[in-house]
């Protein structure tokens, strides 16, 4: 939920919009917690920013082209 101020800066925040956001965070928490789990905190922490790059860099790069 952390991430919905964020979406809000580029799209109209719906319920569709928070049950999308509450789906993908939760497949992406299951993942950084497997991370998490086989690697330790640190392969985590750079997952989670990576995946934040992605999705906050090059995704915002993408929707104003």
Same mark, same amino acid.
């Not at 809000?8 to 925040?13: E, T, Y």
């Not at 950084?32 to 789990?37: A, Q």
């Not at 330790?40 to 906050?56: K, P």
């Given at each position: ?6 979406? =809000? ?11 999308? =956001? ?16 086989? #690697?330790?905190?640190?392969? =985590?922490?750079? =997952? ?15 929707? #104003?082209?």
């Amino acid at each position: 939920m952390g991430h919905l101020p964020n979406a =809000a800066l580029v799209m109209q925040i719906t319920p569709t919009v928070v049950v999308l =956001a509450l789906m993908l965070n939760g497949i992406a928490a299951v993942s950084f917690g497997y991370l998490y789990w086989k #690697r330790g905190l640190e392969s =985590a922490m750079i =997952a989670h920013f990576c995946a934040d790059f992605v999705i906050y860099v090059i995704g915002v790069t993408f929707l #104003r082209g």
